[in-house]
T-cell receptor, first 111, second 110 residues
């Protein structure tokens, strides 16, 4: 069955370190998205991609970057982790404007 | 950008009760999805419903796009229905990008 996976599921890091969160989907979807979920803010869009070599900034993109070198993967990089980036991160994918499917999430703690 | 408001923010039920969750949105939408986030944090797709009515077991949803709202009905609730229910929409100018409401926290007691 097609799926979307994220790794790691849990990560603890220190302020200032670079961190990369992986997202891999086997749906063969063109669209991929990264969201963060915080208490009091719901889920907010960080970055998104409509295809290989395409990346775009979302609502809360400062301090994050993505790259899309193939259809299946959209890694999210925190260039210099900050305590404000402690959150739960969700990756999602969709084809066109259809149903968006979410991964299991990564819980990131920045100390 | 589009605004999404969900009500009520919290709902407490006894097992077996029925409930209705509401989602209002401020602009026309191309996509509307309902999700259930279980106590383990997983986001589960319930419905893709930009318009019309759909049913899946004890759950059903109706979206009236012209009046900019959607309703999620849960009948004969069970303790496993507990969690947070999110409505999320894609507006006409935001191809593929979901905007989430704040969610309704549902607690079902045995």
């Amino acid at each position: 069955d097609a799926e979307i996976t994220q790794s790691p599921r849990h990560k603890i890091t220190e302020t200032g370190r670079q961190v990369t969160l992986a997202c891999h989907q086997t749906w063969n979807h063109n669209n991929m998205f990264w969201y963060r979920q915080d208490l009091g803010h719901g889920l907010r869009l960080i970055h998104y991609s409509y295809g290989v070599q395409d990346t775009n900034k979302g609502e809360v993109s400062d301090g994050y970057s993505v790259s899309r070198s193939n259809t299946e993967d959209l890694p999210l990089t925190l260039e210099s982790a900050a305590s404000s980036q402690t959150s739960v991160y969700f990756c999602a994918s969709s084809e066109g404007g259809d149903t968006q499917y979410f991964g299991p999430g990564t819980r990131l703690t920045v100390l | 950008g589009i605004q999404v408001e969900q009500s009520p923010p919290d709902l407490i039920l006894q097992e077996g009760a029925n409930s209705t969750l509401r989602c209002n949105f401020s602009d026309s939408v191309n996509n509307l999805q309902w999700f259930h986030q279980n106590p383990w944090g997983q986001l589960i797709n319930l419905f893709y419903i930009p318009s019309g009515t759909k049913q899946n077991g004890r759950l059903s949803a109706t979206t009236v796009a012209t009046e900019r709202y959607s309703l999620l009905y849960i009948s004969s609730s069970q303790t496993t229905d507990s969690g947070v229910y999110f409505c999320a929409v894609v507006s006409g100018t935001s191809y593929g990008k979901l905007t989430f409401g704040q969610g309704t926290i549902l607690t079902v007691h045995p």
